[in-house]
């Protein structure tokens, strides 16, 4: 069998593959959203929007303030009343990535190495998991990783100014996505002078640090034109174009009073400010919530390639695949004689490095927020198994090349079968099939995973849309609900907690609520429980007498109940509202 003919049915059975991945992430996107983000901002937000006719502040909701290039276009199936097709349309930037890969790899290697970056890319555990989840991660990444390749056409066109501009409106639309954008707003910006003079000394030709600085300010302007929107919005809303990163420091610039009338926005600053705090004490806190040893936190940024897992914050929420930490250092066994190659090496493995180093030391540790860097990744896990392969080739001894041989072909499988086993474990999970031949109705399946959900349901038919209801650790997952919620943690302070701490006179927790115009009550019990048991006597006795003598239990569900404040001037509307 000749070489050519092995490569096309290798092409072929990475083609049969490939429609056999998408067909699967499409099965698994087919079922109601029941992810939490999906629940508190990507989808809740749009639809407030919807029902509201336009854009507008919600103080209440920290994440409204912020950008939303996607979540506008979530809108739109939203209008027509479909809430799956969003998930379609986060996986469309998976697809418009891979398709990158491929591009980029077929020109610099061959359309077999482009077909497998792809496939192996698109299989990755957390490719497949946040392709079938409402979130906006994947379109941070296609930007991302857009703009970075761009700015490798500019350089081989000889700087042409179209690629420039092009890959700065990318890096402004990966910021309009996601604030994580602005890490790659930041180091694509200071990689534009260094490549411009590595690339001008690479071909001897005389280098001007005025034209790299200038090519560095016009692919800031571009990124900032596309940034823009979200820029002005937040600007006129709050004062600070990038709320609610670094409010106090807009805040003490601009000479305001900090968020006059708007005491969410307070909140807001000081959530998030424990956020960015965490990334110098993010080995201690490890330390004392999973009893991690200095050798383990010494190791983390590797045990992020090999010990990922869904759902457990412990392992990083997410899964990747081994190999994208071990193939990328092959990718540098065998220098190039292509200069050029040789840089867009080297600068992929900086800008991962980079990225990766500030999100690592600025975010709670979560797979998906370095989600960016694997494309780049991919292509140098990629270039590393094509070196492997060269150099396998280049052995005299025909027993040891033979046996060299079956070894590297065993890595793409090696590569493929890893990812292949998280996607069935997400059908185990997921189980998909139930819901579209009909096994489970809309309702049983996202009780499934959202127990809440018939407590919400059972709300949402007997309640007005204007009746205020105190949702008691909902955790902000308001988007089935019809009702106006009020998001409340009382371990994390908030409405029941300032009640309680009140030092006000003649005020009891039911005439406080009453005051606030909240009739109903909607909360977790077990986390309401094992709050109360924590309060000291006296404000468990204020608790436990609102609970049994000023609210009535109307529904109860899943470990969630659903109350009625009572009051003579506030009755209980049976009639639907919906």
């Avoid at 006719?53 to 506008?72: A, Q, R, T, V, W």
């Avoid at 003490?252 to 004490?281: F, L, M, Q, Y």
């Avoid at 029941?496 to 019990?525: D, F, V, W, Y």
């Avoid at 309401?528 to 239990?553: C, I, M, R």
Wanted: glycine content about 6%.
């Amino acid at each position: 069998m000749t070489v050519r003919r092995t490569e096309k049915y290798l092409i072929f059975l990475f083609l049969t593959f490939l429609a056999c991945l998408v067909g699967s992430i499409l099965l698994l996107s087919s079922v109601p959203p029941v992810s939490r983000d999906a629940l508190t901002h990507h989808l809740f937000v749009p639809r407030l929007y919807i029902e509201h006719g336009g854009i507008y502040e919600i103080p209440s909701l920290p994440f409204s303030y912020y950008p939303m290039n996607l979540d506008l276009l979530y809108m739109i199936p939203l209008y027509l009343g479909n809430d799956i097709v969003p998930k379609y349309i986060h996986f469309l930037f998976a697809l418009l990535t891979a398709w990158l890969i491929y591009d980029y790899l077929s020109k610099r290697i061959s359309s077999l190495y482009g077909l497998l970056g792809s496939l192996f890319f698109l299989s990755i555990p957390i490719i497949v998991k946040l392709s079938i989840t409402v979130y906006v991660d994947l379109g941070l990444m296609f930007f991302t990783t857009a703009s970075l390749l761009l700015l490798f056409r500019w350089l081989n066109s000889k700087y042409k100014t179209r690629y420039l501009v092009l890959a700065g409106i990318c890096c402004g639309l990966a910021a309009g996505t996601k604030y994580n954008g602005l890490i790659a707003f930041f180091l694509l910006s200071l990689f534009i002078p260094v490549l411009y003079i590595r690339s001008q000394t690479q071909n001897r030709r005389k280098t001007s640090s005025g034209k790299a600085a200038g090519f560095g300010l016009l692919f800031v302007l571009a990124s900032l034109l596309a940034f823009s929107p979200w820029l002005i919005r937040n600007t006129l809303w709050t004062g600070n174009p990038i709320y609610p990163l670094y409010n106090s420091l807009f805040q003490w610039t601009s000479g305001k009073a900090a968020d006059k009338g708007h005491p969410t926005r307070k909140n807001t600053e000081e959530i998030v400010r424990k956020i960015t705090s965490r990334g110098s004490g993010v080995f201690a806190t490890r330390k004392i919530l999973y009893h991690e040893t200095w050798w383990q936190a010494l190791l983390l940024p590797i045990r992020f390639f090999f010990e990922g897992k869904d759902d457990d914050p412990q392992y990083f929420d997410g899964k990747l695949n081994p190999f994208l930490f071990l193939l990328p250092f092959f990718a540098f066994s065998r220098k190039s004689t292509n200069r050029c190659l040789q840089l867009e090496k080297y600068t992929l493995v900086a800008f991962a490095g980079l990225f990766f180093f500030f999100t690592f030391f600025q975010e709670a540790l979560r797979i998906r927020y370095i989600v960016s860097i694997i494309p780049s990744l991919t292509l140098l896990s990629i270039f590393g198994l094509k070196n492997i392969f060269s150099i396998t080739s280049e052995i005299q001894s025909i027993l040891t090349k033979r046996y060299l041989m079956l070894l590297c072909l065993s890595l793409p499988a090696a590569m493929l079968a890893c990812n292949g086993r998280y996607i069935v474990q997400q059908f185990q999970y997921v189980q998909p099939l139930s819901y579209i031949l009909g096994n489970v109705d809309r309702k049983q399946y996202i009780t499934r995973f959202r127990p809440e959900y018939p407590v919400i349901q059972y709300a949402n038919d007997h309640l007005n849309r204007d009746a205020n209801v105190l949702c008691i650790f909902l955790g902000n997952r308001g988007y089935y609900m019809s009702f106006t919620p009020i998001f409340d943690m009382p371990m994390r302070g908030g409405i029941l907690t300032g009640i309680l701490s009140s030092a006000s006179q003649g005020k009891n927790i039911k005439s406080e609520l009453l005051h606030r115009n909240i009739s109903h009550i909607l909360l977790r019990e077990d986390l309401t429980q094992n709050w109360f048991q924590h309060l000291n006597p006296g404000d468990q006795e204020k608790v436990a007498s609102f609970f049994h003598y000023d609210t009535k239990k109307l529904y109860s569900s899943g470990g969630y109940s659903f109350l009625r404040i009572l009051s003579k001037t506030k009755p209980f509307d049976h009639s639907p509202g919906r």
